[in-house]
Structures are given as structure tokens and as C-alpha cells.
């Protein structure tokens, strides 16, 4: 992460930490629950951005880590378990663990058939959710917030949003030195070029394996947090569709930058969120129609914006660095 990035975070962090003294200022605490929203899925997104952008592991069923987070809450809910120092920890192991073992069979394939497979088991995950009658099968199951020995209100919502703002910022500077290491230096060096790594000899399948469970772990934390702020937990939360719009928001921001899908993130969630109001200000019945402007707007920056939202705010950083020499 270069200075240009480290300003870019910063920035992005100090915009999200002012969100609770605004909303109370204007008495708007519709915007709290939005933005801790998409703080949530930035943390998805990023964890995504770990193996996609720098490992070039192109997941397709990234969104069941958060599912297996959020189910892992609500089923502890159910029995009556709502200490916040067993399920978060029990959460982001039991996202590890399936990640271990989904990474260790799909990274034995690459390419399409690693896409492939990654939605395969996403899916199979996905159809097992719905079977689980004893917790609310297709219709979902409610969990009630965790508790943290009084130290944190979950049901605050100011020391809620504070708490997920501490995960991202946490998440942010531990995958930065994570992806500065030895260790993300292989990540990198295998996406690029797998066989010199392999001549030189270094074990690439153990790194991006690592890398995998890593990433899955961190989904997880975003899927515990995201179980709290709806109080409910249901199976679409991990299928495919799910998995698709995280990797979205991770193109949308920037491959590869770290906070660039947490600016994806907010950008996908603000259109999704404004976009159809717009539309219906504009056209009767508009808003049903909101995806048909949504679906040119994402092949505009694919196709237009490379390097994506993130790419556009480093030009300007370069442009004024210029102008000021």
C-alpha cells in the first residue's frame, strides 16, 4: 500500500467514524444502520479482495463464509448461548475450518473449474441451509444480539457501529502487513507466476491455501456481525447471487488495493439503496426498473474504469501532485 492508498484509507475511516455524531446532528438514524451495513459487507469484500486481487483466486462462493459467521451466531442464539466471547471466536473458526477444507480441494483445480467449484460448494452449503428445518429452513431463524459482559451494548446502536468500525479498520491494517510480508509476497509472486515459484521452491499450494482460510475466517467475522444487525439470519445470505454482488463491489472499488472494495462497497450499497428513488422520480414505476441502469453503470467501470473507484481518486492525488511542482 503506497502513501497515495494509506491517504485514501484514511480518509475512507474518518468519513465512516463521523457517521454516528451526523446522524444525531441531523436526526437521521436511518444513515447508523446503513453505513454499519456497509461496513459489513466492506469486510467481506476485502477478505475477498485478499485472495481475488492478490492471490488471483477468482471465488464464486465467497458469500458462504458469511453465511456459516451468521448461522453460527444464530444457532448458538437458539440454544440460549448469546455470549459475544463464544460466538464470534466459534464463528470465524467454523468459517476457517470449511474454508481448510473447501480451499484445500478446490485449489487443487484452477482457472474455470476453480470457479467452478467454488460456487459448488457454496451451493451445496447453500441447499443444506434450506434443509435445516429445526432452524427455520427457507424462511430463516431470528438471533438476538450478543453479549459482551456489559463492556459493549450491542442494542446501542452508536456502540454497535463503533464496534463493526473497529473490525474494519482492525481487518484493514492486519491484512495491509499481511499483504506487505514474506507471506504476501508469495500470494502475489504465484498469481503471477506459479511455476517460477515452484522452480524456486517455494510450496505455492500451502500459501494460497493459507491465504484461502485466512480469507474465509475474516468472512466470517463479517457474517457474525451481520447476523447482530438484522437479528436474523436466513440462507441467502450465502447463495450464489450474494457471493457475485461481494465481488462486484470488489471490482467496482479496485482489485487488489485493500480499501478500494470497501469504496466498491459503499458505492454498490448507496446505488442499490438511492438508485431505484431516483429512477421513480424520473419515470412512473421507475424504480422496479432500477437494475437496468445499475447493469450499464457496473460494465461502464469494468470496461472504462480500470483500477476502478480507487483508480480514480489516485489520478487526482497524481494530478494535484503535478500541479503543485
Given at each position: 500500500?503506497?502513501r497515495?492508498q ?98 484445500a ?52 446502536g ?12 482492525l481487518v484493514?491494517y492486519l ?20 511455476k517460477r ?18 480469507a474465509?475466517?475474516?468472512c ?56 431505484p ?23 461502464a467501470?469494468?470496461l ?20 503543485n511542482?
Amino acid at each position: 500500500m503506497n502513501r497515495q492508498q494509506i491517504w485514501i484509507s484514511l480518509i475512507t475511516l474518518t468519513l465512516f467514524a463521523v457517521v454516528p455524531p451526523l446522524t444525531v446532528l441531523f436526526d437521521q438514524p436511518f444513515y447508523l444502520d446503513m453505513f454499519a451495513r456497509i461496513m459489513i459487507l466492506a469486510i467481506a469484500a476485502v477478505s475477498l479482495d485478499l485472495i481475488l486481487g492478490h492471490g488471483g483466486m477468482v471465488s464464486f462462493g465467497h458469500a458462504v463464509y458469511m453465511g456459516i459467521g451468521a448461522y453460527a451466531v444464530g444457532i448458538l442464539s437458539y440454544y440460549g448461548i448469546d455470549n459475544g466471547f463464544i460466538q464470534f471466536p466459534l464463528a470465524m473458526l467454523a468459517s476457517a475450518l470449511i474454508g481448510l477444507i473447501f480451499g484445500a480441494m478446490s485449489l487443487r483445480t484452477s482457472g474455470v473449474y476453480f470457479i467452478m467449484i467454488t460456487l459448488a460448494f457454496a451451493q451445496m452449503l447453500f441447499f443444506l441451509a434450506i434443509s435445516l428445518e429445526e432452524f427455520g429452513g427457507d424462511d430463516g431463524m431470528s438471533a438476538a444480539r450478543s453479549e459482551f459482559a456489559g463492556l459493549i451494548d450491542m442494542y446501542d446502536g452508536v456502540q454497535f457501529y463503533y464496534l463493526i468500525f473497529a473490525c474494519l479498520a482492525l481487518v484493514l491494517y492486519l491484512l495491509h502487513r499481511l499483504v506487505l510480508s514474506r507471506f504476501g509476497m508469495v500470494i502475489r509472486a504465484s498469481r503471477s507466476n506459479e511455476k517460477r515459484m515452484h522452480a524456486i521452491g517455494y510450496p505455492t499450494y500451502r500459501y494460497k491455501l493459507a491465504a484461502f482460510t485466512i480469507a474465509g475466517t475474516i468472512c466470517g467475522l463479517a457474517g457474525a456481525l451481520f447476523a447482530n444487525l438484522n437479528e436474523f439470519v436466513s440462507p441467502d445470505v450465502m447463495h450464489w447471487t450474494h457471493s457475485g454482488e461481494i465481488m462486484v463491489m470488489v471490482i467496482m472499488g479496485g482489485i487488489g488495493t485493500l480499501i478500494g472494495p470497501v469504496l466498491g462497497a459503499s458505492a454498490f450499497l448507496l446505488l442499490e439503496e438511492y438508485l431505484p428513488e431516483w429512477m421513480e422520480m424520473v419515470m412512473t414505476n421507475g424504480g422496479e426498473h432500477w437494475a437496468i441502469v445499475m447493469g450499464p453503470i457496473l460494465i461502464a467501470i469494468v470496461l472504462f474504469g480500470r483500477g476502478g473507484i480507487h483508480a480514480l481518486f489516485a489520478s487526482r492525488g497524481k494530478i494535484g501532485v503535478k500541479q503543485n511542482d
